[in-house]
């Protein structure tokens, strides 16, 4: 896979998750939209309204409701929600044994007026101390974003030893939510209907389309991107790293990679390369090891690992047809 071939990767990433979302009306086969509840809770006045699946309770917020209009804000909701029962039980599926056969119910906020001081840098996030996942920018954002999120809750508050920050806790929510699920929400706003032509064509002719769904392939892209970004793609470039900052790719972490800088597409598919390499249960068993003490882990310091691990995706990119 050529350098050069995944250049305007970079723009294709943002559609990824920023592209419009939308629905249609329920067919008499489908089952019927959530009841929507009056909250009693303490929190009633930010959240007036509550809405119960078997595994979330949503709660919706006044401000979005008006910032978005009372029918656009339902609408992406109601879509979003005819997807996601099925996307978090194949995260569960994913991690079954490893996490209790019965999950609690997880609570999501919406946070599109951008209250919180994280809607700056992300588009979502799972509060470890609050134990809640929060929502920012609008239901496109949502359906890019959620399933991420829920595994974090996933490996963070259900297992035993919970995922640490950084390189693992990262690469194990995308390395799930994009390369293990088929992640219906993130698919349904990366359709032939919702991108432009230009990003349709260009994921065609590198392999990273689904032809039978007429949507992105997220598993072919990521291994894509990844092997992009591996080569030198983002030198320069800003990026968001596995410490949740942005920052610059510099020539100095190109030449030495290191454990606390690579960016989520690369930690998804290292994860898949870990995985692939010493076992499932070996890495879950080190999920909550401090990514600091790499070799002390694997045998082999991040540099060695990160360069087996490039000549492995490759291979990869090559086996799935990503050019």
């Excluded at 239901?139 to 399933?147: E, F, I, P, S």
């Excluded at 919970?162 to 993130?186: D, H, Q």
């Excluded at 990003?199 to 990273?208: L, R, S, T, W």
Aim: hydrophobic share 35%; glycine share 8%.
């Amino acid at each position: 896979m050529k350098r050069k071939k995944w250049f305007t990767a970079i723009l294709l990433v943002t559609v990824l998750l920023l592209s419009a979302c939308g629905g249609s009306p329920a067919s008499p086969s489908e089952p019927a939209k959530p009841v929507k509840e009056e909250n009693k809770g303490g929190d009633k006045d930010k959240y007036p309204y509550v809405v119960h699946t078997p595994s979330a309770t949503w709660y919706l917020s006044a401000g979005d409701i008006a910032l978005l209009g009372e029918q656009a804000y339902y609408d992406g909701l109601y879509a979003i929600l005819e997807k996601q029962e099925a996307d978090f039980a194949d995260a569960r599926e994913a991690l079954k044994g490893y996490i209790p056969e019965e999950v609690p119910v997880i609570d999501i906020y919406t946070d599109f007026c951008g209250n919180a001081a994280a809607s700056e840098s992300a588009g979502a996030y799972y509060s470890r101390t609050g134990n809640f996942i929060k929502l920012f920018t609008g239901w496109d954002m949502a359906n890019g974003t959620l399933l991420h999120e829920y595994v974090h809750y996933l490996t963070i508050h259900c297992l035993q030893t919970p995922a640490t920050s950084g390189l693992y806790a990262e690469g194990i929510a995308e390395y799930v939510s994009k390369i293990v699920c088929k992640n219906r929400m993130n698919r349904s706003i990366n359709t032939a209907d919702s991108l432009p032509e230009e990003m349709i064509a260009f994921a065609k002719e590198h392999g990273a389309w689904d032809e039978a769904e007429n949507c992105a392939d997220l598993q072919k892209y990521y291994f894509g991107k990844a092997g992009f970004e591996a080569q030198g793609g983002l030198l320069g470039s800003r990026y968001f790293s596995v410490s949740d900052i942005m920052e610059v790719r510099t020539e100095e972490i190109q030449k030495n990679p290191s454990v606390r800088h690579v960016s989520h597409y690369e930690a998804a598919c290292i994860t898949a390369y870990l995985i692939d390499t010493y076992s499932k249960d070996t890495f879950m068993k080190n999920l909550s090891t401090d990514p600091d003490g790499f070799e002390a882990v694997w045998g082999k310091s991040f540099t060695e690992t990160y360069a087996a691990w490039l000549d492995w995706n490759m291979k990869k990119c090559a086996e799935l047809g990503v050019q």
